[in-house]
């Protein structure tokens, strides 16, 4: 498969970015089990790129703390493209 040379790739890149956070938060927002949720990395600090990825915080009650920690529980977790459990950050 090869690019369209008449598309720049990152401005793309971007693009899929913000279309796939924009149902994530709204999922996320919809579940009365998560209390808060927030950036971290370039996209928390404001000095993200095209190629930034999405490190996402999510705060749950400690007793929900095991379901939450496996990312196909997650509201969307259809959107979910690679996760790491860091119950061990708790």
């Known amino acids: ?37 927030g950036f971290v990395g370039s996209l928390g600090r404001g000095d993200a790129d095209d190629w930034s ?9 400690d007793d929900q703390l095991d379901h939450y920690a496996d990312a196909t529980h997650l509201p969307g977790s259809d959107l979910v493209t690679w996760s790491i459990d860091s119950r061990h950050n708790a």
């Open 53 to 61: 990825d999405i490190d996402l915080l999510i705060v749950v009650p």
């Open 1 to 37: 498969m090869s690019a369209d040379p008449e598309v720049p790739a990152t401005p793309r890149l971007r693009a899929i970015r913000e279309a796939w956070l924009e149902r994530a938060v709204e999922r996320l927002e919809a579940d009365p089990a998560i209390s808060a949720a």
